[in-house]
């Protein structure tokens, strides 16, 4: 453990640079080629044995050719910056003030970029990959697709993993998994009319009006749940009419349902069904349709349920282990409340386990930041998982 804390403490400053440098590289979902490249640059200086890049552009680096197989992703892309004049320091500036590096990424998750690359390199240069075959993953378009780019990844790989450790910012606790998230759209048509004489038609959007309240309805009796819950959100609502002083004929409404360990899409179809009761309306489950930087289009059915792994699962028992070596602190397990990429690994059936450098608090804010002491510790506490893992 003392050497693994050696060598991390003499790469600090490499590991701080390379995580300015793709901090100052805007990046933003289906935007990633430039810090894709840099990204590739780095593994490649580091003597990285392979690098896959995938047709929608991830990166992922490959140490080692064993029989146990670890996979660590992290996502390049970040949420877009709108409000950059009201930033303390600029949102690609990467500047380190008070141990504290800012800029869009450093905690969603540029910094877990940093140390899970680094963490690769020093694997292998501590002789830690005997027996093991280690995959460190640059992955794209996760803030508008999580899961997507992963369960690609994982279906293009040599090795299926034995574990997968997601990175994304857990403010120095284990995420043991998190709720799932669905998207739904709801439909009601009318029937259009002038303006002037509204009773000739049916205004799609009162048709949908009781559906709305249905949905406030639902919220506030799933928040009442005890424990762990699902919610849900009337996130957008549209309408189509052929001009202003027309009646409207058709009007969607797009959902954001979190769902709660154990609710699976017969839970979620039941649901739906009764909002709609005695209505017309009809509802679907949501196809996010995107393109990737490498202009490869795709379209992603948008339904994850939840998941989660026991603390005594062996993952788990590995990633306690690691972090306590790495830190010297006692380790906390708990549930991230947003989705991650762990939807694509859990649905494979692959042990998942989630700790990232970051503030969870700060993801999608100005000022986001990130303290260096974690990204340090995050690159030790990698290196510890991948000797500690065994299938």
């Excluded at 140490?63 to 877009?80: N, P």
């Excluded at 995959?135 to 996760?142: P, T």
């Excluded at 739904?184 to 009318?190: M, V």
Aim: with cysteine; aromatic share 10%; net charge negative.
């Amino acid at each position: 453990m003392d050497e693994i804390k050696h060598i991390c403490k003499d790469h600090e400053n490499e590991i701080t640079d390379f995580l300015r440098k793709i901090i100052s590289i805007q990046s933003y979902t289906g935007e990633e080629k430039e810090v894709a490249q840099t990204i590739r640059q780095t593994m490649e200086q580091l003597g990285y044995d392979d690098i896959i890049e995938t047709e929608y552009g991830d990166v992922i680096g490959v140490l080692g050719d064993g029989d146990t197989t670890i996979l660590i992703d992290s996502h390049m892309d970040t949420v877009v910056v709108n409000d950059a004049d009201q930033w303390e320091y600029g949102p690609f500036s990467g500047e380190v003030v008070n141990g504290k590096m800012y800029g869009r990424g450093a905690s969603d998750m540029k910094s877990a970029i940093a140390s899970s690359v680094y963490a690769g390199y020093f694997a292998k240069k501590m002789g830690l990959l005997e027996g093991k075959t280690v995959y460190i993953s640059a992955s794209v378009m996760e803030e508008d697709f999580d899961g997507f780019a992963l369960k690609n990844i994982l279906e293009k790989l040599p090795k299926k993993p034995d574990a997968v450790v997601i990175g994304e910012p857990s403010d120095r606790q284990i995420a043991l998994g998190h709720r799932g998230r669905a998207l739904l759209e709801i439909h009601t048509k009318g029937v259009s009319c002038h303006g002037s004489a509204p009773e000739n038609g049916v205004n799609a959007v009162y048709e949908m009006s009781e559906i709305i309240q249905r949905v406030n309805d639902l919220n506030n009796t799933l928040y009442k749940n005890e424990g762990q819950h699902g919610s849900v959100v009337l996130s957008k609502i549209e309408s189509t009419a052929v001009s202003l002083n027309a009646v409207p004929d058709e009007c969607t409404i797009y959902l954001d349902r979190r769902l709660a360990s154990g609710e699976t899409f017969q839970v979620i179809e039941k649901e739906m069904n009764d909002l709609i009761e005695g209505t017309k309306a009809s509802w679907n489950v949501y196809d996010a349709l995107g393109k990737s930087y490498t202009e490869k289009e795709f379209a992603m059915y948008s339904f994850m349920e939840s998941w989660a792994m026991a603390p005594d699962d062996p993952i788990t028992v590995a990633m306690k282990n690691a972090f306590e070596s790495a830190t010297g602190e006692s380790s906390t397990l708990f549930h991230w409340n947003f989705s991650t990429n762990g939807f694509a690994s859990t649905a494979k059936g692959i042990p998942t386990i989630g700790y990232g450098p970051g503030i969870m608090k700060y993801c999608h804010m100005k000022d986001e930041h990130c303290e260096m002491k974690d990204v340090f510790d995050a690159a030790r506490i990698y290196t510890t998982f991948i000797n500690e893992f065994n299938n």
